[in-house]
């Protein structure tokens, strides 16, 4: 099976270059920069276990002229729209698009732009980051790259992805509520992030800051009821095991919006908090805490001029 991995950042650098290792017939896209930097150093990875790097095969936009049997999407919600016109020559008949990006809206926009047909349900836990070297590094052992049919089929095709991620280096699974999956994470994802920016701060400071407990749960009642009005079957116990981890004094858990943010760099504000906001305007809904933090993030994306 080939393989195109869209972007060659924290996220996709990572597990295409897990891939790669593996011996699996990868391909990375890239911009002309980040393909100078790949081309001197090689793709190299820092994990917690260890450094290995691979010579990775590249393509810009401008050479791409054949198709791909999986294209793995991997860039920040905010280049979506570029990225789809750069990788439409490599979408054949056959090819399946997995996103890994943030939040719901992107699968909506896949499918209308290539047809329902070729979009899997996917998402990614990992944290790592880029250095000023372009090394990616993996901060945690966590790895995971859950994926499935959006209509919950074991088809053919999914096993044969399945097949494929396995034994490679990460926690990859099939899921059979990829979906329901989806929407846990953008949960989860919107709660830490717009805590983690809006109080400058980890889940442990928080947690043990005047009110902190109070704020984290109250901004995870909002997040939740926002998802479900946006379509989210609510699962047993999701909201109450959020609560709980996110009110962990010691947990120095953030997200990369807020890395991103202190880092002064582009942030997806409007996949992550924007589109929350979104649905609860549409639903009726009264949410002060998440608008609070999307105002908050809109505030800082001004000062980037975005």
Not at 141 to 153: P, R
Not at 195 to 212: D, E, K, P, T, Y
Request: overall charge neutral.
């Amino acid at each position: 099976m080939r393989i195109l991995v869209v972007g060659a950042g924290a996220t996709g650098g990572y597990y295409g270059a897990r891939l790669a290792q593996a011996g699996k017939d990868v391909t990375f896209l890239v911009r002309e920069k980040r393909a100078e930097t790949l081309k001197k150093a090689g793709l190299q990875v820092q994990t917690p276990e260890g450094r290995f790097s691979v010579q990775p095969t590249l393509l810009l936009a401008s050479e791409l002229n054949e198709t791909f049997d999986l294209i793995i999407l991997t860039v920040k919600g905010f280049s979506l729209d570029t990225v789809l016109e750069e990788f439409a020559p490599a979408v054949g008949e056959q090819t399946m698009i997995l996103p890994v990006l943030n939040g719901m809206q992107h699968l909506a926009i896949i499918q209308k732009r290539f047809g329902h047909h070729r979009a899997l349900g996917g998402l990614c836990r990992i944290n790592a980051t880029l250095d000023e070297q372009g090394q990616v590094h993996q901060m945690t052992a966590l790895n995971e790259l859950i994926y499935g049919e959006v209509s919950g089929e074991r088809t053919t095709r999914i096993v044969q992805v399945d097949a494929l991620l396995q034994n490679v280096g990460i926690t990859a699974r099939l899921s059979k509520a990829i979906v329901s999956e989806m929407w846990e994470k953008w949960l989860f994802l919107a709660s830490v992030g717009g805590i983690a920016c809006l109080m400058r701060g980890n889940m442990g400071q928080v947690s043990r800051a005047a009110g902190g407990l109070q704020f984290i749960e109250a901004f995870v009642e909002e997040v939740v009821s926002i998802v479900v009005a946006g379509g989210y079957q609510e699962r047993p116990h999701v909201k109450e095991n959020t609560i709980k981890e996110l009110s962990n004094p010691q947990s120095v858990q953030t997200t990369s919006m807020y890395r991103d943010m202190i880092q002064g760099l582009p942030v997806e504000a409007e996949q992550i908090l924007g589109d929350l906001v979104a649905i609860s305007a549409k639903a009726g809904l009264t949410t002060p805490l998440v608008n609070a933090a999307h105002t908050h993030m809109s505030v800082y994306q001004q000062t980037l001029g975005k």
